[in-house]
């Protein structure tokens, strides 16, 4: 069976298609732009160049349209017919507190993942669309919904409760939630067959480094705790969000600037993390050319950014009481040696010691520890998508 995985932004969208009989890829594209002027689609039938359609594309179901009609093309296509789709893996970023695992969508479904708009306003709707939409364009299909907080729903309540009147929990369902969870449970599978050990013999502590960042502490295979909390704001720097801050400074700033709530958000979101201490950009290629250059505030960024991955390794090894396996994935944990060397430095006395040999590496699934080191440290690049397929023909074939 092939499955088609899409992943819709608010004017974006990535897919691929997976054959499912040995998990190969098969194409992989993007839409950008749609619903703006200069719409434009990048589709790479793997082993062929990259082919580039630039048609005006008003909504995200004019998108899907086009990315099927890619999928089936004489030339650049994957399958000879759209029969040949045997269903539609969604990406879906908040599931709130209904889904602990992935589920056929239904129109129960739906209703459920509307109820979630509030937590999540600005990645749900565009992941609503492409389910909409992909229902009238192949009313047939089976389709299945991945979330990214489902894997962080085993969080003991120690973890997921914030300290504030239990109301607002009660009220408005206002507790940690965790994302990346597809990766986060992608790489623990991964780590554990790397170590020829089962999951559930396991604590590992996966470090999920790319534009938006989050760590997780994975006791026995599952979720115990996570540093992204009601939104993907909390815990960890990253290349333009803040992260952990004192909750006080929002009405100090507000105050002091004469900003609103929403200021406030964007100030948070969006002006803050490694572009906000560096002033530089929140691309860690260019902050760590500047910090090599001699820019202080490139370092300091860089350095508060592995000193807050620390942290987090500390506080996870103390909750589960010690860690078998630290894991790097994603954009900067993939191909960032000096920043997985800067994070591991001074932890030797946690049983974390680095090869420098080893960790002169980048993009591939590989140990990067010492042979003498305690805990083993593993560099694996996440697949996402492969994830979400595989639950989906798992869903749909059961
Ligand atoms: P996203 O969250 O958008 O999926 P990615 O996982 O692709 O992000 O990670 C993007 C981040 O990874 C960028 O900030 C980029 O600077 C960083 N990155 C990618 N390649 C390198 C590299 N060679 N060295 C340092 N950082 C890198």
């Known amino acids: 069976m092939k499955v088609l995985v899409i992943n819709c932004g608010s004017s974006s969208l990535k897919y691929q298609v997976l054959n499912m009989e040995d998990e190969s890829l098969l194409c992989k594209g993007l839409v950008e732009r749609i619903g703006i002027e200069g719409s434009v689609l990048t589709h790479e039938k793997i082993g062929q160049d990259k082919w580039k359609l630039e048609v005006p594309m008003k909504d995200h179901k004019d998108a899907i349209g086009h990315v099927l009609k890619a999928l089936v093309d004489p030339d650049h296509g994957i399958a000879k017919s759209m029969d040949e789709i045997g269903a539609v893996g969604h990406r879906v970023v908040h599931g709130g507190e209904k889904f602990a695992c992935s589920v056929k969508i239904t129109d129960e479904v739906v209703k459920a993942l509307e109820d979630c708009v509030a937590l999540a306003p600005l990645h749900n709707p565009p992941n609503l669309l492409g389910i909409q939409a992909c229902k009238e364009l192949m009313p047939t299909t089976p389709m299945v919904g991945v979330f990214d907080t489902a894997f962080h729903q085993t969080m003991p309540a120690e973890s997921y409760l914030y300290a504030l009147p239990y109301e607002y929990y009660e009220k408005y369902a206002v507790r940690r939630y965790g994302f990346h969870g597809t990766s986060h449970r992608y790489v623990t599978e991964r780590a554990a067959a790397m170590l020829g050990k089962k999951p559930e013999d396991l604590k590992i502590i996966t470090c999920h480094l790319g534009n938006g960042a989050s760590v997780a502490a994975v006791k026995n295979g599952k979720c115990f705790d996570t540093s992204m909390g009601l939104t993907p704001l909390e815990g960890l720097v990253m290349g333009t969000r803040c992260g952990d801050i004192d909750p006080a400074i929002l009405p100090f700033i507000a105050e002091k600037e004469g900003k609103s709530f929403a200021d406030m958000d964007k100030v948070m979101n969006k002006q803050s ?85 080893r960790n002169d590496v980048r993009g591939k699934e590989t140990v990067v520890s010492a042979e003498d080191s305690k805990v ?23």
């Open 376 to 398: 083993k440290v593993l560099l694996i690049p996440t697949n996402e998508e492969l994830m979400i397929a595989k639950d989906t023909y798992e869903i749909v074939t059961k």
């Open 273 to 357: 993390g490694v572009l906000g201490i560096s002033g530089v950009s929140s691309d860690f290629r260019d902050v760590e050319n500047a910090a090599n250059e001699g820019n202080e505030r490139a370092k300091a960024a860089l350095d508060v950014y592995a000193h807050r991955v620390k942290h987090y390794i500390g506080a996870y090894i103390a909750e589960m009481n010690g860690v078998d396996a630290i894991v790097f994935t994603a954009g900067l944990g993939e191909n960032s040696k000096t920043m997985r060397a800067s994070i591991c430095s001074g932890l030797e006395n946690l049983g974390i010691k680095l090869d420098p040999a």
